[in-house]
């Protein structure tokens, strides 16, 4: 299986804060990967798909970038609605679709 | 708007098989992968396996021996099974569609059933 590591596991931030989120593959996975935002008791959002696309409706604050084994998903003023978990996902080639741990970003 | 909601018994004993249906509302099941994923309390997301509306599956090797999905286009629902549960399997199962085209992200989720595996 490809492993999906993130850094950092968590973090403190304020609101206007610029905000980058690390994603590591165990081996290259080309673009392919998505970035999920998840709130207590809630199910996962998209937001971004293959490594760099804003899925629709949500804010251009977010971005992603990478390609191969290294990949960033930054929040460019962060908002108070942004604090969550953020989580990685692969789905390159063949199955299983593995995720990160993820990012819990959190009020400083 | 699509919408996708999980039902199922909440309470799984030991052993036994652990069975939830999502039914899809809003637009259709065909054309589209649709998966379940798992997370247990305060852990990360595991993907379980998908299904095609044509009936084509794949699923998590670590879960392959005791996984077993089906879909039912005329009625709009897919189903998961997951046979000779443990505690481990404790968890809020998710399930989603998860797009054909680009990266197949999962851009659809059902809000989550908590099944909880005890005697």
């Known amino acids: 299986d490809i492993q999906m590591t993130q850094s950092p596991s968590s973090l403190s931030a304020s609101v206007g804060d610029r905000v980058t989120i690390t994603c590591r593959a165990s081996q290259s996975i080309d673009n392919y990967l998505n970035w999920y935002q998840q709130k207590p008791g809630k199910a996962p959002k998209l937001l971004i798909y293959a490594a760099s696309s804003l899925q629709s409706g949500v804010p251009s604050r977010f971005s992603g970038s990478g390609y191969g084994t290294d990949f960033t998903l930054t929040i460019s003023s962060l908002q108070p609605e942004d604090f969550a978990t953020y989580y990685c996902q692969q789905t390159y080639n063949t199955p299983p679709w593995t995720f990160g741990q993820g990012t819990k970003v959190e009020l400083k | 708007q699509v919408q996708l909601q999980e039902s199922g018994p909440g309470l799984v004993k030991p052993s036994e098989t652990l069975s939830l249906t999502c039914t899809v509302s809003g637009g259709s099941i065909s054309g589209f992968y649709w998966s379940w994923i798992r997370q247990p309390a305060g852990k990360g997301l595991e993907w379980i396996g998908r299904?095609?509306?044509?009936?084509?599956?794949n699923y998590n090797p670590s879960l392959k021996s005791r996984v077993t999905m089906s879909v039912d286009t005329s009625k709009n629902q897919f189903s998961l099974e997951l046979n000779s549960v443990t505690a481990a399997d404790t968890a809020v199962y998710y399930c989603a569609r998860q797009l054909t085209a680009t990266t197949q992200p999962i851009d659809y989720w059902g809000q989550g059933t908590l099944v909880t595996v005890s005697s």
């Open positions: 299904i095609y509306t044509s009936g084509s599956t």
